[in-house]
């Protein structure tokens, strides 16, 4: 019996030892595991911000401006209305428009 209480009694410390080394791999891979979460949180967040610095910042909205109309001729007519004018004098004087006709173009490039 005595062999047998012996090999019970190893049986229980072995058993014993096993669940507390159990226990405590759990509770050392766990708090391993929370470091690691929280540096990796560090990092993420240090990156985040080296990022943001490095991009530029959006170019500013400027606005979209039309070229002038050109300058007018002598007597305030612009050069393309001239040279409309001139060629529907040429069109009268060749006598493809009336007189009629000429002055409601004419009137119309004018702005009259």
Known sequence: MGLLRGVART???AGTASA???RVQRRQANKFAEKDAATAAKQQDA???QM???QPPPPPQQPVYQQP???PAAGGISNEALEQLKQ???LKDQGILTEQEFGVQKAKILGM
């Open 11 to 13: 049986a229980v410390v």
């Open 20 to 22: 507390v080394s159990g």
């Open 47 to 49: 990156y985040d911000a």
């Open 52 to 54: 943001a610095q490095q």
């Open 69 to 71: 109309p050109p300058p």
């Open 88 to 90: 529907l004098g040429a």
